[in-house]
């Protein structure tokens, strides 16, 4: 169903002029999927967060090179081992005119660790939150956290008053957004405020007149319009239509280059694509095997990761644009391990194990895919389902939109999917994030929030644990290699590669190309 909702006050929406022709200042993106959900605690996935991150703020947030910044809070320290101080700008107010406080950091702070929030691995190891005064908020951890504030630039703050007005004070969990007011409405601190919303159709959003930070940007109107279609949406860019579009299919690099007015941004981004199974249930819920798990084999495995040939994969659907990953994190995250190789590609060896696990005929089994998340997603799937045909091994390629997909994956009543693919860059940009959100044992607190596939390993959740709280750096590192190198042995998972950025820009617009993927409007200007 879709809906319309306008959003603000008279005098906003009176400078509107939805359907003229854009002025010098309108900024028109596209991106190849909506945004999942205004709601700032609703979904962990780079996109939204990005999105996000233009109207609501949080205690920090990083600059064009990813060093952090003070945001909502101007300055913090540590008072105590367990204890970080945060001190908060004065005299901003949210975009409904409220003040901005301490007690809408402790109500954010109760609403990410709430049932339905995908965000609470963001207080991991956070057991208080006070309002020391109106300005003043301390943080207390049950062990020293010597990197504590490093995500939180999408950890955003919600208005109290806001959320309560609305029953809005918890999270809109992503497999159920109906209804929910925080889905469809936003009201952050952040440089610009939400005018109009049309799910799937497209979001409008105007400089916030009142943000207490200097604006370099020149805009006066943001559009956002999702275009699934890799064709209609560089056709949008080389027409004029739109002055920035994301991704450019890496096909495309050459043709947008190629056109005068318009140009290709292209980078490394710090996120690595992967391969998960369920390895917790003790039967799968979408394979011929029945009565057993042969993903908790290791043989299995290790079969699977040798099936896939990476160097195909990167050279012909990736055209080159991507690098083989040996492990879950990037180059250019803390503890990136330099000198750990991917297992070898040799699908006889692959078929020798299979059948020495007890699967000489192979079996059959689901994957789950995005087609519209990651760079040629649902083509790298199509090319793995037939390298493990090669060994036996028949895969079932359900292939969704990514809304449907995280829905379908994330679910809360248990993670309906036997194999699937997933990308993730670390929020903090440190190992740490990816070890506690991906490779730790399931827990309630949050911990293995993106476990999939229930992954287990005693000694990976005890080293990840002293990770977070070692402040010695050489003995950090150490304690972090060790880790990827157990999970590395254990084949708990099978990473693939790191994708490139590529963003189509025209002539005349300034952007920050950040690393991570995220597009940041204060710092776009229009000529």
Not at 107 to 120: I, N, W
Not at 254 to 268: C, N
Not at 482 to 497: F, K, T
Request: charged share 20%; glycine share 6%; net charge negative.
């Amino acid at each position: 169903m879709r809906r319309t909702l306008l959003l603000g006050t008279t005098a906003v929406l009176a400078s509107l002029a939805v359907g003229l022709p854009a002025t010098a200042e309108t900024l028109r993106f596209a991106y190849q999927a909506d945004v999942n959900t205004l709601d700032p605690h609703g979904l962990n996935e780079t996109f939204t967060l990005g999105y996000q991150g233009n109207i609501y703020e949080g205690l920090t947030r990083r600059g064009p090179d990813l060093s952090i910044e003070p945001s909502l809070a101007t300055d913090w320290e540590m008072i105590e081992p367990t204890r970080w101080r945060f001190h908060l700008r004065e005299g901003v107010t949210f975009h409904d005119g409220s003040p901005f406080t301490a007690d809408d950091v402790v109500f954010s702070a109760e609403r990410t660790r709430a049932e339905g929030s995908d965000l609470r691995t963001r207080l991991a190891g956070v057991v208080e939150v006070i309002a020391v005064d109106d300005l003043t908020v301390d943080f207390v951890t049950a062990e020293p956290n010597p990197i504590l504030h490093a995500e939180w630039d999408t950890w955003f703050i919600m208005s109290r008053a806001w959320a309560e007005a609305n029953d809005a004070t918890r999270p809109t969990s992503v497999a159920d957004q109906t209804g929910a007011f925080a889905h469809m409405n936003a009201n952050g601190t952040g440089p610009f405020m939400i005018t109009a919303r049309e799910a799937d159709i497209r979001t409008v959003a105007v400089p916030n007149p009142d943000w207490w930070d200097t604006a370099e940007h020149n805009l006066t109107e943001v559009v956002f319009q999702p275009i699934a279609s890799d064709s209609t949406r560089i056709a949008a860019l080389l027409s004029g239509e739109m002055d920035m579009v994301y991704p450019v299919p890496i096909q495309d690099v050459p043709r947008v280059d190629a056109t005068a007015g318009v140009t290709a941004l292209t980078g490394p981004e710090l996120r690595t694509i992967f391969l998960g199974l369920d390895q917790d249930r003790d039967e799968l819920l979408h394979s011929s095997v029945t009565g057993t798990n042969p993903f908790q084999d290791r043989r299995v495995r290790l079969a699977m990761y040798q099936a896939i040939d990476i160097d195909a994969i990167v050279e012909r659907i990736m055209r080159g644009q991507a690098t083989p990953a040996a492990t879950m994190v990037a180059p250019g995250i803390q503890g990136f391990p330099e000198d750990l190789q991917r297992h070898p590609f040799d699908p006889e060896a692959a078929k020798t194990l299979l059948a020495e696990a007890g699967y000489p005929d192979g079996f059959s089994v689901t994957l789950d895919c995005p087609n519209d998340r990651y760079v040629n997603d649902e083509a790298v799937c199509q090319a793995i389902v037939g390298m493990l045909a090669r060994i036996g091994i028949e895969v079932d390629l359900l292939a969704q939109t990514r809304s449907v997909y995280f829905a379908k994956v994330l679910a809360q009543a248990g993670f309906d999917t036997s194999m699937y693919l997933l990308g993730w860059t670390p929020g903090s940009f440190d190992s740490w994030n990816a070890l506690y959100n991906l490779v730790h044992t399931r827990t309630e607190d949050g911990a293995g929030a993106f476990n999939l596939g229930g992954y287990s390993n005693p000694e990976i959740d005890a080293l990840t644990a002293r990770i977070l709280t070692e402040t010695d750096l050489e003995a950090r590192a150490a304690m972090i290699a060790e880790a990827w190198q157990i999970l590395h042995e254990d084949v708990g998972y099978l990473p693939l590669h790191q994708q490139a950025l590529a963003w189509g820009i025209t002539d005349g617009l300034e952007v920050a190309q950040r690393a991570d993927n995220q597009f940041a409007w204060r710092h776009v200007v229009k000529d």
